[in-house]
């Protein structure tokens, strides 16, 4: 299936601040969608709250507008409900690791088959600015008073902790590069997340401008190879997981690694740990008979739930 960016081109008429660095990354899933030649009409954009969660309103493809720090939850039930369906979190860096944080992490445990992209700006920039939890220790946003007294978490490394099964970060001001890694995790089999360090002009451009990017990012070294081989080699996932972690923990909020950390594709979706158990999704069912009575049988599911005496 072709389609062109111009047929993906909903309501450009947006709220995000000139040089907001959201306007790249739209472009950039528009790209990614067309080079993963997606179906609009078989994919689904999930988002929360902020400056980043308007993009589903941006794009002709079908788009759930959720609550805050809710994005994956309605994702996951979205891509078990109709397994055919090609499902994207488009969210923010406080909506997915702060008030989020749990689920983003219990994400992992399940390996849905769904992709993240996180708009990681540092700040809350909806609501004016305050830190959020990827902003580093001792960094002063526009809008604080006084700099950062938290620490910052590592989104990468505690995906890759958790389970993820492709992990990889890259800039929003670099379309290019940006659309391969995007490209790369629609194509992916499995839970995928693409950290995208953002700018934010209005509340942390010391911090975010392409000219800062550009001058405190770097890829990853040829030599650095995240992609497991054989999925069931078990050493082999382990010692490619260990060296991604090495190179997060090895870098500073001044210098960061772009590209794909960590890439495995396994097989062990939890779409397939249900249909294994014999759990047909919803949308494989009708939902009404002819006496318009539910059709709908939960016996199976709820019976692999339910503690045995």
């Not at 969608?33 to 941006?58: E, N, R």
């Not at 079908?62 to 397994?83: M, Q, S, W, Y």
């Not at 989020?100 to 992709?115: E, I, L, Y």
């Not at 995906?159 to 995007?182: D, H, W």
Request: glycine fraction near 8%; proline fraction near 5%; hydrophobic fraction near 35%.
């Amino acid at each position: 299936m072709a389609i062109s960016i111009k047929e993906l081109t909903s309501n450009e008429d947006s709220d995000w601040c000139p040089g907001c660095g959201d306007f790249g990354i739209l472009l950039s899933v528009k790209n990614a969608m067309i080079a993963a030649q997606l179906d609009p009409h078989k994919t689904v954009i999930v988002s929360g709250i902020g400056c980043s969660s308007k993009l589903p309103h941006f794009i002709n493809a079908n788009g759930v507008h959720t609550l805050h720090g809710r994005a994956i939850p309605f994702a996951e039930g979205i891509k078990l409900a109709n397994p055919e369906l090609s499902v994207i979190v488009d969210s923010g860096d406080g909506d997915t690791y702060g008030i989020g944080a749990g689920h983003f992490v219990s994400a992992g445990r399940r390996n849905v088959d769904v992709k993240m992209f996180i708009h990681d700006n540092g700040v809350y920039s909806l609501t004016k600015g305050q830190a959020s939890p990827t902003l580093p220790e001792g960094r002063k946003a526009k809008s604080m008073p006084t700099p950062n007294i938290n620490g910052a978490l590592n989104p990468l490394a505690i995906a890759l902790m958790a389970g993820y099964t492709f992990v990889a970060r890259t800039e929003s001001y670099n379309v290019k590069e940006q659309t391969e890694i995007m490209a790369k995790a629609l194509k992916h089999k499995g839970l995928a997340l693409v950290d995208i360090l953002q700018g934010c002009p209005t509340y942390n451009a010391a911090y975010t401008s392409a000219n800062w990017f550009a001058q405190h990012t770097h890829k990853l070294p040829e030599t650095f190879d995240g992609k497991v081989k054989n999925p069931k080699d078990t050493k082999e996932v382990n010692e490619k997981r260990m060296n991604a972690l090495g190179v997060l923990l090895g870098e500073t909020p001044d210098s960061m690694a772009t590209g794909v950390f960590f890439d495995w594709e396994n097989s062990d979706t939890f779409e397939e740990r249900f249909m294994s158990r014999g759990i047909k999704p919803p949308s494989s069912q009708s939902i009404a008979g002819k006496d318009n009575a539910s059709t709908i049988q939960l016996d199976a599911a709820l019976d692999s739930i339910s503690v045995k005496d």
